[in-house]
């Protein structure tokens, strides 16, 4: 979550441990989804109103809300009002509909649609991956039952195998994707298949050597506004 809402969420973890008051509200997206996530893990006397979820009668709420809003727990007489009502700059994303949340990059409209294709069409693919329990190729038996040495998680393909695909495309998808397969490889198709090779492998360099973070990236062909578009 962004730090400078680390107060707030302290803030928050006071007020619910110490039942001094039954309300508190925020204006802050992350905390009332961190609230959520407790109250559906079976934190009970804790419920959550304005994400849409159906209120519940209990001892602690939270009320959420797009407003500013001046918390009784940090509020002094010495604070200016400007600072009071300041809302810290930050991207929203909405819990429906995630993709919305392209409309704050500073791109054409027309990017932002593309924007929000790519992200539809990653989910499309998403349907074809799983997270489920593997079984270690190890054998081992208590007495004449066979039991597992152990249980691990691991991605598993729910997709049907790949067809033919250039060798670019290919790489782009096999450097980022958890499983491949061939609804991955539509997917990334219906996004980037207009990009001549040269751009798919400018955007698997761009996106996946591993020291991108932490470097000034002073790649002359970064002045391409097509390029950029791409990335």
Not at 77 to 88: G, H, M
Not at 125 to 135: E, F, K, R, S, T
Request: glycine share 6%; with cysteine; charged share 20%.
């Amino acid at each position: 979550m962004p730090v400078s809402e680390s107060k707030d969420m302290e803030e928050f973890l006071l007020w619910l441990l110490s039942g001094l008051t039954d309300k508190f509200t925020t204006s802050s997206s992350d905390i009332a989804g961190f609230a959520a996530c407790l109250s559906h893990l079976g934190i009970d006397t804790l419920s959550v109103e304005g994400l849409g979820y159906q209120p519940r009668d209990t001892s602690c709420r939270l009320i959420y809300s797009k407003r500013s809003i001046v918390s009784s727990q940090s509020y002094c007489r010495e604070t200016s009002s400007s600072e009071v009502f300041k809302r810290e700059l930050s991207t929203t994303v909405p819990l429906l509909h995630p993709e919305e949340s392209i409309v704050y990059f500073p791109t054409s409209l027309d990017i932002h649609n593309c924007c929000r294709h790519a992200w539809k069409a990653g989910q499309r693919a998403a349907n074809y991956v799983a997270l489920g329990v593997m079984i270690p190729k190890g054998e081992s038996y208590v007495g004449d039952i066979e039991v597992p040495d152990d249980l691990r998680y691991s991605f598993l393909n729910r997709g049907t195998e790949t067809q033919r695909v250039n060798v670019e495309m290919q790489a782009l998808a096999s450097a980022h994707a958890f499983v491949m397969n061939q609804e991955l490889l539509m997917e990334l198709q219906s996004c980037l298949g207009r990009e001549s090779l040269a751009t798919l492998t400018w955007l698997n360099f761009q996106t996946s050597r591993s020291d991108i973070r932490g470097v000034d990236i002073t790649d002359p062909v970064f002045n391409d506004g097509h390029r950029i578009n791409a990335y």
